[in-house]
């Protein structure tokens, strides 16, 4: 299921176009975490149906300086219930760290274009939670923790190619 991104241009020639989100597990111990996309590039990767992530450094008011160190928040994927279900469950419940798990975005329609990937190293998954909403479909929000996290944004051209890449690396500081 496409991820709708309301009032934003994400495809060529189009607004509100849709876009695909993967996400790529492979843990220390038990190894790829298999998912049921099918999608070439992507496959037995994790289908996305949504997620959310964050950074803040505080500030005092009336001052532009931060005064205390950034802070990550945990990366928050949706996702329905498919067969990474358990083994996302085996990673929370047994400690297993995740080597790198890869949260991909991928235009939907035309060429399809991943132009936005976060890769997080030295994580953890901290949280999983089952919702049954309204209509009866059961969707998880997994909860992951990391040490290092690395941002590739890739813009696309009006012909549907790549244009230059921007990137983020950096790694989180202990207390």
């Not at 299921?1 to 849709?18: C, E, F, H, N, Y």
């Not at 038990?30 to 099918?38: P, Q, R, S």
């Not at 901290?126 to 909403?133: E, H, K, Q, S």
């Not at 696309?156 to 983020?168: E, K, M, P, R, Y």
């Amino acid at each position: 299921m496409p991820l709708r991104i309301p009032g934003q241009d994400t495809s060529v020639g189009g607004r509100d176009a849709a876009s695909d989100a993967f996400l790529s597990v492979q843990t220390k111990r038990a190894g790829k975490v298999k998912g049921e996309v099918t999608t070439e590039g992507h496959e037995e990767e994790i289908q996305l149906l949504c997620w959310t992530w964050g950074v803040s450094a505080n500030t005092a008011i009336g001052s532009t300086e931060r005064t205390a160190r950034r802070v990550y928040r945990h990366l928050v994927v949706t996702k329905g219930i498919d067969s990474a279900s358990t083994a996302l469950l085996s990673a929370l419940a047994t400690n297993d760290e995740i080597k790198e798990a890869v949260l991909t975005m991928r235009k939907a329609g035309g060429e399809a274009l991943d132009y936005f990937t976060m890769t997080l190293e030295g994580a953890r998954v901290v949280a999983l939670d089952i919702d049954v909403g309204e209509d009866g479909r059961p969707v998880e929000r997994v909860s992951i923790a990391f040490t290092k996290i690395g941002i590739a944004y890739q813009p696309q051209q009006n012909a549907g190619l790549g244009s230059g890449t921007f990137s983020f690396d950096d790694e989180v500081l202990p207390a």
